[in-house]
């Protein structure tokens, strides 16, 4: 497995989660956060390149999700606090080993998926 995701839940709205996603020791170009609820499309949550010195955000988490990565255990994270029902989904952390592509929200850009994990927003 080289992409493994972690740290769903349910929790109360308002609430806080921290997911993680550690990677075999990939050599990634960037890697990010998607998420799919249920009957929705695969939408884009957050990304960061290897080194941290670039991040995006979709604008439905942004002021409310962090994206960050420990290089020195190969893990990914998404911290997650003013949580709202609506960020009820599955989450998937994503990589791309290619070169070729600058930070982006495209998810056909990434080709390597974890298994997902789950988020249940819910009082």
């Known amino acids: 497995v080289q992409l493994q995701a972690s740290g769903g839940g349910l929790v109360q709205p308002g609430g806080s989660l921290r997911l993680s996603c550690r990677d075999s020791?990939?050599?990634?170009?960037?890697m990010g956060w998607f998420r799919q609820a249920s009957g929705k499309e695969r939408e884009f949550v957050a990304a960061?390149?290897?080194?941290?010195?670039?991040?995006i955000y979709s604008d439905s988490v942004k002021g409310r999700f962090t994206i960050s990565r420990d290089n020195r255990d190969n893990t990914l994270y998404l911290q997650m606090n003013s949580l709202k029902p609506e960020d009820t989904a599955v989450y998937y952390c994503?990589?791309?080993?290619?070169?070729?592509?600058?930070?982006?929200?495209?998810?056909?850009?990434?080709?390597?998926w974890g298994q997902g994990t789950q988020v249940t927003v819910s009082s």
């Open positions: 994503a990589a791309t080993t290619s070169g070729s592509y600058t930070l982006t929200a495209r998810a056909d850009v990434y080709n390597l």
């Open positions: 020791g990939l050599r990634v170009s960037f």
């Open positions: 960061m390149t290897w080194r941290g010195d670039r991040k």
